[in-house]
């Protein structure tokens, strides 16, 4: 398997624009994680699925963010309108219950100008 | 929900000598206590891991104790080598995989 797809793999943008982040879970895996990593805060969990539906999206900073899961095989992180302080490495995981650990993507870093 | 914090945010070590980051976690609740190692421009990866009902783990250079009592458990690298350099996190998974991180330890070992 080539692991969690994430992409693009570097996107900067302009202040106001829409960003939309992609990701691509292992197959066979039902639980798929948003991650946004700074060096202010560390990793935080932005929002995780379980089979396509949405879990807990408590971690999510506003409504600019949204997150879809339309099937088994991809997901998306969307940030409308995107704002400087967006500016992080957004990381995707998945795993299952057959698995305990979490598998991560090699991130997306975002650059909002 | 769970808290886990991270000590040392920084550590170096000449390569040779032992590393130990130790992490702290607030649910008594959670049940599973993974370490990632994050090299430069990855995504995490997962280098050990401890389970509730084992006090310690061990592989090859590596091991994780956990004390289940105080809510703490432990990284420890030994005869380090300049490749373990990284940022290293600790997680613990408070309800069924859903994972807290600490805030990470960067770690250099001087050649």
Redesign the interface.
Known sequence: DAG?IQSPRHEVTEMGQEVTLRCKPISGHD?L?W?RQTMMR??E?LI?F?NNVPI?DSGMPEDRFSAKMPNASFSTLKIQPSEPRDSAVY?C?S?S?GV????????TRLTVV | GENVEQHPSTLSVQEGDSAVIKCTYSDSASNYFPWYKQELGKGPQLIIDIRSNVGEKKDQRIAVTLNKTAKHFSLHITETQPEDSAVYFCAAREEFNKFYFGSGTKLNVKP
Request: no cysteine; glycine share 14%.
């Open positions: 969690v639980y994680f991650y560390g990793l969990l995780y379980n807990d990381f995981a795993s219950p305990t650990e979490a598998f991560f993507g090699q991130g």
